[in-house]
């Protein structure tokens, strides 16, 4: 196995206050694990519209305001909103692995199966981070001449004990997805040519294509497509109709969105017209 990290570099002071935020306990900001339903669906709701008012969501919710008042307080913890006078917008963030990794396991794994199910002996691959990536590095089939690139830790680690051949980039760590990203990274990718590569992304539209709220991430994700013969997307059904801070490839921009469950009729027939494969994967 191959490996250059380089985990000395951070990115400045920005990198320094995410990792501050991640080393928060569990509760404190970044925690999304205690919203109540409600709470949930409302941040799914702001997710996907990006602003909306406090009476929108009093009339939507059937609550009063001052509940729907303390949700917005609840959800600003998180990270993922800001309220505003009258209202509420969507800001993105990164949130952490370990907080991702417990969701939607099965249609995760099921995912991963079918992607590692497309990969064909002698090709060059990346995989990039995510939860949902890495389950795609567990269900390769070990000894396979196949080479994998990977900018995240949780992929390597996945792949350990395969026995085929790892190639990791270094660069800048990103704590909450335990990849590497930067310079670094982006010039070691920009040198290299892939049969395919698999990407995760935090939302996906129409409008705004595919769509990652870490802007570093991003870049990593323009130029793996860029090299890449075939790109496939890897998301679940929660990504569907969302749109957060960077945009990395419009709906056209690759091959073939792997899922567990079809979007709704006016993605899918977008994606028809767009001439992107949208594969579901099947129960085992």
Do not use: W
């Not at 001052?66 to 509420?88: H, N, P, S, W, Y």
């Not at 567990?138 to 080479?147: A, F, G, I, Q, S």
């Not at 051949?165 to 010039?187: C, F, K, R």
């Amino acid at each position: 196995m191959l490996v250059g990290v380089d985990l000395s570099f951070r990115a400045g002071d920005n990198g320094k206050r995410q990792n501050e935020d991640n080393r928060r306990p569990q509760g404190m900001k970044g925690n999304t694990s205690k919203l109540n339903d409600r709470q949930q669906q409302m941040l799914d709701h702001i997710t996907r519209e990006g602003e909306l008012r406090v009476s929108d969501l009093k009339e939507t919710y059937g609550v009063t305001e001052m509940t729907i008042r303390r949700d917005l307080e609840r959800l600003e913890d998180t990270g993922a909103v800001k309220r505003t006078f009258g209202g509420v917008i969507f800001v993105g963030k990164d949130i952490a692995l370990q907080e991702r990794t417990g969701l939607l396991i099965e249609e995760k794994a099921r995912i991963g199966r079918h992607a590692a199910s497309l990969v064909q002996p002698g090709e060059s691959i990346f995989i990039d981070g995510g939860t949902t990536t890495a389950q795609i590095a567990r269900y390769l089939e070990p000894n396979r001449n196949v080479t994998v690139v990977t900018n995240a830790l949780n992929v390597v680690m996945e792949l350990s004990g395969k026995g085929m051949p790892v190639l990791m980039t270094g660069g800048m760590h990103v704590e909450a997805t335990n990849s590497l990203v930067g310079p670094i990274a982006a010039g070691m990718l920009a040198g290299m040519a892939f049969d395919r590569v698999f990407l995760g992304a935090t939302g996906v539209s129409a409008e705004h294509g595919f769509s990652n709220s870490n802007i570093y991430e991003a870049e990593i994700k323009r130029i793996a497509i860029s090299q890449a013969k075939e790109s496939n997307v890897v998301i679940d059904h929660t990504k569907f109709g969302a749109s957060v801070l960077i945009s990395f490839a419009p709906l056209s921009g690759v091959q073939r969105i792997i899922t567990d469950a079809m979007p709704n009729d006016e993605l899918a027939l977008v994606c028809r017209e767009r001439d992107v494969l949208l594969e579901i994967a099947a129960e085992k």
